[in-house]
């Protein structure tokens, strides 16, 4: 059985990838360990690689105000990436990556043991919903798989880039509080 500390230790020697190379601190996850709710990103942008930690720079000052739309915030959710270390100017983790990376985020997935999965972004959605998912087409589509409840909506950064796309995300935001309402009054 798997503990946080063992996890995290084994995480942090990781070379399977050469995205290990150029990290300034592994980006492993962080958040509440036990919260019905996991968000998953891609992979750390510049800001996340030099503090060790998810969604800090300017996409993360978002979605902290996306969660503070639906009354939540990190204390109640899990945070993690497809991929624990920074991809070169922060490009998409390449598919050896994610591959790479894909134990560390199944074994962190079994810890938490969250009822409801929130993908951000089109990597995410593809590394944990279906390999053909469009972002563009599927947000906000509830899908069953390992008997958890997921979905996905557009990442953070997209958001900055795209303004136009915020009331689209604005509604995914508001389906994914109807289900943590639902899921917390069947518990």
Request: include cysteine.
């Amino acid at each position: 059985m798997d503990s946080w500390e063992k996890l995290k230790n084994e995480c942090a020697g990781c070379t399977a990838c050469s995205l290990c190379q150029g990290r300034t601190n592994l980006v492993f996850g962080c958040g509440n360990e036990s919260a019905e709710i996991m968000l998953i990103g891609e992979g750390p942008g510049e800001q996340e690689d030099l503090k060790g930690i998810p969604f800090v720079g300017p996409a993360g000052k978002l979605l902290d105000s996306m969660l503070e739309m639906i009354d939540l915030d990190r204390s109640r959710v899990y945070i993690a990436n497809i991929v624990k270390c920074r991809p070169p100017h922060n490009r998409d983790p390449l598919n050896v990556e994610q591959e790479a990376c894909r134990r560390w985020l199944s074994r962190q997935i079994a810890l938490v043991d969250p009822k409801i999965i929130l993908c951000l972004g089109r990597i995410a959605a593809m590394g944990i919903i279906s390999e053909d998912f469009r972002i563009t087409r599927q947000h906000g589509q509830w899908f069953n798989i390992d008997g958890r409840r997921i979905m996905a909506t557009f990442h953070p950064s997209a958001l900055l880039r795209d303004p136009a796309k915020r009331p689209e995300a604005f509604m995914d935001l508001r389906e994914l509080r109807k289900e943590i309402r639902a899921v917390s009054a069947a518990i």
